[in-house]
């Protein structure tokens, strides 16, 4: 068990991507967030996809200083999660990743026109344009990503994506 699972509490952002350590060493390869894509009911396609774009693009972002690692396993560390924030967010974690309540119910006051307590396709749509910061392309990615696969694997049978579901992704309760 690594470190950082024993020293105190996880942060929020931690703990949404805990999961995907699934030995639980601190660190996790390219190889278990395919495995976990796969655990959550995701296809090969798209485990694959999301194994390379993940780790290729948030692990350099998270390795310690002086930290040797094999970079073709593609490693993310899971204490240094919130250094792999992105532009073009919800602002929901913060720095630090810890979870930002306000900006949380304001994705839900601004966005859900048709119920309260849920998104449709379109207006997640709303929500991504409304995030984007001008000429951040990477930020752009990121965020059409976490959404798209968020609704793509938990919307329910009438399109609707819950807000208690996006909540449970936030404090990484979800999975
Ligand atoms: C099916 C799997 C996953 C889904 C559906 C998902 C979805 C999301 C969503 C919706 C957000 C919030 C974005 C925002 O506030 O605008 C987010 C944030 C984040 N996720 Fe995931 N995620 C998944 C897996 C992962 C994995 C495997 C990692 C890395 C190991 C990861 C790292 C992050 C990071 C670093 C953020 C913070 C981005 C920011 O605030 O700028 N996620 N994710």
Same mark, same amino acid.
């Given at each position: 068990m690594a470190d950082v699972y024993e020293q105190g509490e996880l942060t929020p952002l931690q703990r949404h991507v805990a999961f995907f350590d699934r030995d639980k060493d601190g660190v996790i390869y390219s190889s278990e967030t395919y495995e976990g894509f796969r655990a959550i009911g995701c296809g090969v396609?798209?485990?694959a996809a999301a194994a390379i774009f993940i780790n290729g693009g948030l692990g350099p972002k998270t390795i310690p200083e002086n930290e040797k690692t094999p970079p073709f396993k593609l490693p993310i560390y899971v204490k240094n999660i919130h250094k792999g924030k992105h532009g073009s967010d919800s602002d929901v974690y913060d720095a630090h990743g810890r979870f930002v309540p306000?900006?949380?119910e304001k994705i839900f006051?601004?966005?859900?026109h048709t119920k309260p307590d849920a998104l449709t396709g379109k207006e997640l749509q709303e929500l991504?344009?409304?995030n984007r910061e001008p000429k951040d392309f990477k930020g752009w990615l990121g965020g059409f990503t976490e959404?798209? $696969?968020l609704y793509y694997v938990c919307k329910d049978k009438d399109g609707f994506l819950h807000k208690d579901t996006a909540r449970? $992704?936030?404090?990484g309760s979800l999975w």
């Open positions: 396609p798209l485990s306000e900006k949380f006051k601004k966005h859900a991504l344009e409304a959404w798209k $696969v449970a $992704v936030y404090d």
